[in-house]
């Protein structure tokens, strides 16, 4: 599918077969794309404000300068994907699939990361404030010169295996 700057604000793609779709610089704002396969899609640049991508596959897609923005990733699979410096502001991504996921110098800032598997990913620079990390499996994360104030780390399972009480 070569959907490269197309018009998807509000489409409902539940469940949609996107596979290696190019929907590089598209408007997917408020989309819906819950349950949607969009492994190794191409969303370089796309729009996803507002996106309800909740239990969507996004494995090895492809997502520089994408804006995700207050999406809804709840249930998602986002193993190994590269989100570095990307505004990932009050974006729900709890109970999602994060493993080895690259988030370095993301910004943060308020997400829910509760019950999210964060195992092995890099969020070195990244910009945790506010974010809540309830319950979430960070073993072996790296979480180099990441801001942490007011981050909620309650039961979450710290880099070197320990539980926060």
């Known amino acids: 599918i070569d959907g490269k700057w197309a018009d998807f604000r509000g489409a409902d793609l539940t ?7 190019d929907l590089g ?9 819950e349950g949607a396969k969009l492994g ?3 969303l370089n640049q796309a729009n996803l404000e507002g996106a ?17 923005k207050d999406a809804d990733l709840r249930g998602a699979v986002l193993d190994g994907l590269l989100l570095r410096e ?3 502001r009050d ?12 988030l370095r110098n993301a910004d943060l800032r308020g997400a829910q990361l509760a019950g999210v598997n964060l195992y092995g990913a890099n969020l070195n620079s990244a910009d945790l404030r506010g974010a809540n990390f309830e ?4 073993t ?12 909620k780390f309650d039961a979450a399972i710290m880099p070197d295996g320990h539980r926060v009480e």
Do not use: P
């Open 25 to 33: 610089s598209a408007d997917l704002s408020g989309a819906q794309l």
């Open 140 to 151: 072996n994360a790296i979480l180099t010169d990441a801001r942490t104030d007011g981050a």
């Open 86 to 88: 990307l505004d990932l």
């Open 135 to 138: 319950g979430a499996n960070l």
């Open 15 to 21: 469940d949609a077969l996107l596979y290696g779709a």
């Open 52 to 68: 309800k991508l909740a239990r969507s596959d996004l494995r090895e897609a492809r997502l520089a300068g994408a804006r995700l």
């Open 40 to 42: 190794r899609a191409k």
């Open 91 to 102: 974006v729900d991504f709890t109970l999602s699939d994060m493993i080895e996921a690259d």
